[in-house]
DNA sequence: GTAATGGGTTGACTCAGGTCAAATGACAGT
DNA sequence: ACTGTCATTTGACCTGAGTCAACCCATTAC
């Protein structure tokens, strides 16, 4: 189908093609970033031993859709996603984008049916978790019950953030809060804090920030020529840091 | 200090008072709502144990506040509170509003500190569960532990929800589902879904709607003119539900 | 009673971001 | 290279919600 590591192209590549490697927590670059953190070899091969599937997700396609029966948690072993609901009316609200060593699937607990759509931006590749197993591994693992705590707990804050950012920011520290979040969770997973490729389009930064596409594009062209950032098409270059960082701090009123 | 059944003036009592009677999940009229749903009695008096501090909370004094460290779990037993979040220059994000059975603090697991401040609307009174304890214990009760899952992915997904009204509904609209989630959290608790007082200023309703005060004020009176509801200050009677609804699923645009 | 205070309502005006439309650029398929 | 498609940019204009200001109404303090 697709060459195996085609989906990191764009990405500095400053690990090892994945692909190749058997796939287990234990040798997983992201372990440190995603469910096993802080467990000893032993408990880890015991989550180990739950990840039957790692399944390949192609650009475009979904992982989940709303509706359908909740069995498995994601770990973004690499790749991009997406979440979104959509209303009937065919408007449709991105919930969030995920990378790699992220979790999906978290809001399909509480019915046990996914209530949103997950899909890839890019050619991508995840553990599927069975939750159930995992809440009994969970009961038995102190620390892996802890972190997955902490993880649900976390989701929660940024969906917070979220709102705030919704709720009471203009234009220009939407997308500077959006640009300074994507430079930070691409230096956690040791790519360039100041250089990256956005996986979206316009259309989809902009329903993430509540914004229109023209909004976001008109943004990013204000940025540029304050010469706060460089934007080619999907390539972005942040070249002032603590500029964006100002633009959220100052009150503009 | 304040008189025990004080803050259930304003709300139709279906119920014996709660102050007089020894508080425990197991007499608690909630315990369907709350925590405990699912429990087996002996469960529920393992659960009980773990709540020592049962505590007052008096209107506009807070339960916690932003950096306080992480030891609690509220669960609502009366009242009222809202969460927000507050930027540096003053401004404010309302993150939520919650009632009787529900669980506050849930923020602060990722972090150990809580990321939000939740001040109580009215003379409150809540459970004080101490977290590591319920983990604990929600290593030997496999229904308590899965329904703490799903309280926390609810916790998401309502979030979720809020997100899609931020960013996409239009005045009417979030008025409309603001209205209509209310009256659906009162009828589950036994009271009426067409008649509530409101808890929260105008002011209030605006920062988690993300609009400004007049703005909720005058989506009111539009909608008293079209009599979708009858607003008097804080009392409201919804007179046409479907209206509402219909609201919300016609697309304006 | 009167005054003070803090919500809440309403009107007139403004403007940030949306809408509509046209042009350009990137890229895949042939 | 040629074509079609889809993403992006940019300009001109419009409008829904914000701003500012005045006033009203309840409640509490005196």
Redesign the interface.
């Known amino acids: 189908m697709s060459p195996p590591s085609k989906a990191a192209k764009d990405t500095p590549p400053r690990e090892t093609p994945f692909a190749v490697i058997k796939a287990a927590c234990s040798n997983c670059n992201l372990r440190e970033l995603c469910l096993p953190l802080g467990l000893s070899d032993d408990e880890m091969m015991r989550l180990d031993s739950l990840i039957s599937v790692r399944k390949r997700v192609k650009r475009g396609d979904s992982l989940y859709r709303v509706g359908q029966a909740f069995e498995y948690i994601y770990a973004i072993r690499a790749g991009f996603f997406k979440t979104d609901?959509l209303?009937?009316?065919?408007?449709d609200?991105v919930?969030g984008f995920q990378m790699a060593g992220e979790l999906l699937g978290?809001?399909?607990?509480?019915?046990e049916r996914h209530?949103?759509n997950a899909v890839a931006l890019e050619d991508s590749e995840v553990c599927h978790i069975p939750f159930f197993r995992l809440?009994s591994l969970?009961?038995?693992i102190?620390t892996l019950?802890?972190h997955f705590?902490?993880?649900?707990?976390?989701?929660?804050?940024r969906?917070?953030g979220?709102?705030?950012l919704?709720?009471?920011m203009c234009v220009e520290e939407r997308i500077a809060a959006f640009l300074l979040n994507l430079s930070q969770r691409f230096t956690a997973r040791g790519f360039s804090p100041a250089e990256f490729n956005l996986r979206m389009t316009r259309e989809e930064i902009g329903?993430?920030?509540?914004l229109k596409l023209e909004t976001v594009s008109r943004a990013f062209s204000r940025f540029q020529e304050e010469g706060l950032i460089a934007v080619q098409q999907r390539h972005i270059r942040i070249l002032d840091i603590p500029g964006l960082k100002q633009i959220m701090?100052?009150?503009n009123h």
């Not at 705590?149 to 804050?157: L, Q």
């Open positions: 609901v209303l009937e009316d065919g408007r609200q919930t978290l809001d399909g607990i509480c019915t209530t949103c809440e969970s009961r038995e102190q019950q802890r705590h902490k993880i649900m707990s976390r989701e929660i804050v969906d917070h979220v709102m705030t919704l709720g009471m329903s993430y920030l509540g701090a100052k009150r």
